[in-house]
């Protein structure tokens, strides 16, 4: 067994598919639903007044993508239990969600300077329109946020999907850390420990010797 078992191949492609149908329709609202649907010509080379529909379209897209892997990176933390419930037997129900968060500061600042680096990229002149022909944004900022929560809620409908489904086949939702180390990595596991053992038995057999 590999460490991209059924389960997480299985949630890269719902998650995947979520992202992907969510980042269209947030370039096809820019573009078709709110635009005039005009793609523009040479966009891919230099913005001009006939791609400033494309080049925001493109800044909603971006935006919606980069927080969609952030807020994922979160929600991974389990493969299974709620991001709003890691811990189901806390003794602190309504801030336990923040001390989870907190509780990894290296995960936390990585998001965090994720979210930051969306605004430079997106309003900085030169970066944005030449580096990676993007255009500021605005209202679009709605479409954004309304995408992201549609984003939150998929994966955490996937995942309550996935409790009540091994609830039904018997399996607890257990964590996936634990499944990974007992199914995955047992072989060197074992291996290590039998090594370990051997040479405790070595060092207590020389020392009995001398």
Known sequence: MGVFTWEVLLDMTVYGFLAAALCLASFSLVVFGFGD????????????????????????TFTCLTWFALFLAWEMVN???????????????????FRDVWRNQFLFWSIMGGFITVFPIIYVPVINTVVFKLAP???????????TGFFFAGVEGWKFAKRVYYRRVGETARNP??????????QWISVATAASENSKMELTSSRTEK
């Open 177 to 186: 850390e634990e499944d990974l180390e007992k199914n995955v990595f047992s």
């Open 137 to 147: 944004i605005s209202w679009e900022w709605g479409i954004v946020f309304v995408e």
């Open 37 to 60: 649907g005009n793609l523009g010509v040479g966009c891919n080379n230099n913005i001009s007044p006939q791609c400033e529909t494309v080049f925001r379209a493109r800044a909603t």
């Open 79 to 97: 493969l299974r239990r709620s991001f709003f419930r890691m811990q189901p037997r806390t003794p602190h129900p309504v801030t336990q969600v």
